[in-house]
T-cell receptor, first 113, second 111 residues
Framework: DVKVTQSSRYLVKRTGEKVFLECVQD?????MFWYRQDPGLGLRLIYF???????EKGDIPEGYSVSREKKERFSLILESASTNQTSMYLC????????????FGSGTRLTVV | QKEVEQNSGPLSVPEGAIASLNCTYSDRGSQSFFWYRQYSGKSPELIMSIYSNGDKEDGRFTAQLNKASQYVSLLIRDSQPSDSATYLCAALIQGAQKLVFGQGTRLTINP
């Protein structure tokens, strides 16, 4: 019973392409998050959203944007992909307050060539 | 900057022994703490949460919290090779709804 679904497990894109990473959760969670994870750098927060049409920048928002048109869906957009955006991208969701922690999606391994 | 610190390891433990993973946090106002397990190439999976001082046990796992010392730990009893993974400690930032993660400790259980 998958609860946070990321649309692609692996993606290969070319430099300069616009890339869309999709995340859907079926737990009626208010909060959704996008992280990237790189060896030696840990999890770094890109953007998050506490409500529909709401977004807030995380620690490394440069080169990214997000969209949350529906409660269950949170999309990460790489406006013009670059090789330094090659990474594992993780989507997570949580209920209001995040008292029970996050549930993560299975991740998308993005390679930009 | 709110921080969570973990020893990156690797931590090597023989099968059947107790593995002890430690974490400190800087935000004295944090009230909720989480341990995630992450296998290589996979996403983090929540294995324990703890909110009160003391110990919380779930099967072979025990989480310990000491708010005065700003210290969280995870004990794994009767360690199995399948416990080999990276363990991430996370704290809920006071007044926010997001977690701060440590860098993770890589644990290897040797048969």
């Amino acid at each position: 019973d998958v609860k946070v679904t990321q649309s692609s497990r692996y993606l290969v894109k070319r430099t300069g392409e616009k890339v869309f990473l999709e995340c859907v959760q079926d737990m009626d969670h208010e909060n959704m998050f996008w992280y990237r994870q790189d060896p030696g750098l840990g999890l770094r927060l890109i953007y998050f959203s506490y409500d529909v049409k709401m977004k807030e920048k995380g620690d490394i928002p440069e080169g990214y944007s997000v969209s949350r048109e529906k409660k269950e869906r949170f999309s990460l957009i790489l406006e013009s992909a670059s090789t330094n955006q090659t990474s594992m991208y993780l989507c997570a969701s949580s209920s209001a307050g995040t008292r029970n922690g996050y549930t993560f999606g299975s991740g998308t391994r993005l390679t930009v060539v | 900057q709110k921080e969570v610190e973990q020893n990156s390891g690797p931590l090597s433990v023989p099968e059947g022994a107790i593995a002890s993973l430690n974490c400190t946090y800087s935000d004295r106002g944090s009230q909720s703490f989480f341990w995630y397990r992450q296998y290589s190439g996979k996403s983090p999976e929540l294995i324990m949460s703890i909110y009160s001082n003391g110990d919380k046990e779930d099967g072979r796992f025990t989480a310990q919290l000491n708010k005065a010392s700003q210290y969280v730990s995870l004990l794994i009893r009767d360690s199995q090779p399948s416990d080999s993974a990276t363990y991430l400690c996370a704290a809920l930032i006071q007044g926010a709804q997001k977690l701060v993660f440590g860098q993770g400790t890589r644990l290897t259980i040797n048969p």
